[in-house]
């Protein structure tokens, strides 16, 4: 069964430092990688999907790598600002399957 | 213009009783998902619907019932509440198929039972 997990659990950064969060999965035979943020008492807003084709995605100050053969992706974020505080979630998606991570609790502090 | 609505946001009730969460999508798509997550805030899959099918059903007790009564909505009826069923229920829609499949989420029902 497929397990994803995300380290570190909790990050605390001052404004302006470039960040990565980890995303790591167990099994390579994967569709897709989606990266979510969920704002306290939010629903998931979606920041990048990554096919399992696809090496990387770029929006913004956000980019997100996969390899799929290590099992692993990272989301980088650039010049971190207040407003990018939230939990970031990955996703894979196997099949019709969809398992998450539990979360990394990023504080950027101003 | 929401993409994925869910009502009610709050829900709070007693224990034995029964109540139904309402998801609608106006973005087309073809399939639509339940999740739970739960006080560790892990999400986890319940039900998937695709074309008005039943495509998945995770391990959860049958007193949830997954209804949709066109391919726009999926609702969410939940028999004999227990206090474990605590928990916020998200709702989620992607296209079938085709290159752009990532899933869109609604804000999410918090559901508290007493």
């Known amino acids: 069964k497929q397990e994803v997990t995300q380290i570190p659990a909790a990050l605390s950064v001052p404004e302006g430092e470039n960040l990565v969060l980890n995303c790591s999965f167990t099994?390579?035979?994967?569709?897709?990688l989606q990266w979510f943020r969920q704002d306290p008492g939010k629903g998931l807003t979606s920041l990048l999907l990554?096919?399992?084709?696809?090496r990387e995605q770029t929006s913004g100050r956000l980019n997100a790598s996969l390899d799929k053969s290590s099992g692993r992706s990272t989301l980088y974020i650039a010049a971190s600002q207040p407003g990018d505080s939230a939990t970031y979630l990955c996703?894979?998606?196997?099949?019709?399957?969809?398992?998450f991570g539990t979360g990394t609790s990023l504080t950027v502090i101003p | 213009d929401t993409a994925v609505s869910q009502t009610p946001k709050y829900l709070v009730t007693q224990m034995g009783n029964d109540k139904s969460i309402k998801c609608e999508q106006n973005?087309?798509?073809?399939?639509m998902y339940w999740y739970k997550q739960d006080s560790k805030k892990f999400l986890k899959i319940m039900f998937s619907?695709?074309?008005?099918?039943?495509?998945i059903n995770e391990t959860v007790p049958n007193r949830f019932s997954p209804k949709s009564p066109d391919k726009a909505h999926l609702n969410l009826h939940i028999n004999s509440l227990e206090l474990g069923d605590s928990a916020v229920y998200f709702c989620?829609?992607?296209?079938?198929?085709?290159?752009?499949?990532?899933?869109?989420f609604g804000p999410g029902t918090r559901l508290t039972v007493l």
């Open positions: 989620a829609s992607r296209p079938s198929g085709g290159y752009l499949n990532e899933q869109f």
């Open positions: 099994d390579s035979a994967i569709y897709n």
């Open positions: 990554i096919q399992s084709s696809q």
């Open positions: 996703a894979v998606r196997g099949g019709n399957q969809f398992y």
């Open positions: 973005l087309g798509h073809d399939t």
């Open positions: 619907y695709n074309n008005k099918e039943l495509i």
